[in-house]
């Protein structure tokens, strides 16, 4: 079997295993992983919960990733929680290039 260069694990059971423990290891205990299927099955489906800023006047923080105007807190905490989790979700497996390596992250507020 030949593997994709950016791949440190041989298969995705092996794959969403590391990346489910790192997350929980960092502190995301409510972290879902999983692999596509089909045409998008290389790709790495990551959905996790994180908390509603505190400051948040816009009410639209779970939607924070499909609105062009959410307000400045929810853009930041969105921000700041995607690039935790897909830098995490990097170490771990060594994916990179077009698309974050291929990793899709899902936020959804607590």
């Known amino acids: ?11 995705h059971a092996e794959e969403t295993r590391a990346v489910k423990n790192a997350l929980v290891d960092a502190g995301w205990k409510t972290a879902k992983v999983s692999h596509g299927s089909g045409t998008a099955w290389g790709w790495l489906h990551i959905k996790v919960s994180a908390p509603k800023p505190t400051d948040c006047f816009c009410g639209q923080w779970r939607e924070a990733q499909y609105y062009a105007t959410p307000c400045s807190p929810c ?5 700041t929680v995607l690039a935790s989790i897909i830098a995490i979700a990097q170490r771990v497996t060594g994916r990179h290039g077009k698309y974050d390596g291929d990793i899709n992250v899902d ?4």
């Open 75 to 79: 853009t930041e905490q969105y921000r």
């Open 107 to 110: 936020i959804r507020t607590e």
């Open 1 to 11: 079997m030949v593997m994709a260069t950016w791949r440190k694990h041989s298969t």
